[in-house]
């Protein structure tokens, strides 16, 4: 990376008290020269305040409190509009229940500078990238909402539906974040799809993605049918080329 070029990890977190305090100890591990933000949505387990101590220990750290659970996309929103406020070069967000290893953090970052793009995807999808602990419907799943992101959005990467990217901030100052219509997880083809209209590139670097160990996973079946229904939007405007 430049000398002048600064990055911003992001954690949107809610209950993840029990991979926090190990996941951070990773992120600097392997990016020692990074800010760390955490959007907490009032954690009742102490996420939140664990992460008020550790900034108190580290000034790398920083802490967003909001007043509940409010969706992954809205947390993720408030971090790009806290990464574009504080000049960040560029915010590398990743999930916060240990799945998304930290060790690839080195490969994203020096993947957007490469390849010149926008948006480096850390991606289960392409060769040498996979999924460690997923049962058959988990993986079913998955195939098909890459599937139809890729038919209705438009979208050419292979993995959409995965939260381990780097963005460059200046381009995510293109988007028009009072338009974004989801706030859960269908948020990640959103924003990519905002992207790809704005003229944005997209690259993909294998990953492997770990199931989680510990805590409880925050995807049931009422998210997935609001995320295929946000998709199912989207794919109209997509069609009539409307915002």
């Known amino acids: 990376m430049g000398t002048n070029e600064t990055t911003l990890v992001t954690l949107a977190t809610y209950n993840e008290l029990a991979n926090l305090p190990r996941l951070v100890a990773e992120i600097f591990r392997y990016a020692p020269d990074v800010d760390l933000l ?10 939140g305040r ?78 040498g990238g996979g999924i460690e602990g997923w049962p058959a419907h988990r993986h079913w799943m998955s195939r098909a909402v890459n599937f139809t992101a890729r038919m209705l959005l438009g979208l050419p990467t292979r993995d959409s539906s995965g939260s381990f990217r780097c ?31 704005q003229g944005c590139r997209f690259a993909e670097t294998p990953i492997v993605f770990v199931e989680r160990q510990a805590g409880a996973s925050k995807i049931n079946r009422a ?21």
């Open 38 to 47: 955490v959007v907490d949505d009032n954690s009742p387990d102490g996420t």
């Open 50 to 127: 664990w992460c008020d101590e550790e900034a108190a220990r580290d000034s790398r750290v920083r802490c967003i409190h909001r007043a509940g659970k409010l969706g992954l996309g809205t947390a993720t929103v408030e971090a790009m509009q806290y990464a574009i406020r504080h000049g960040y070069t560029y915010m590398l967000n990743l999930d916060a229940d240990l799945s998304h290893p930290p060790k690839y953090i080195p490969e994203l970052r020096a993947g957007i500078v490469q390849h010149g793009v926008d948006v480096m995807i850390g991606s289960r999808y392409v060769p």
């Open 167 to 197: 963005y460059r901030v200046e381009s995510l100052q293109k988007l028009d974040f009072g338009a974004i219509i989801s706030h859960g997880y269908s948020f990640l083809e959103e924003v990519l799809w905002r992207l790809k209209r």
């Open 223 to 243: 998210e997935a049918r609001r995320s295929v229904g946000v998709l199912l939007r989207l794919g109209w405007r997509n069609l009539v080329g409307s915002e």
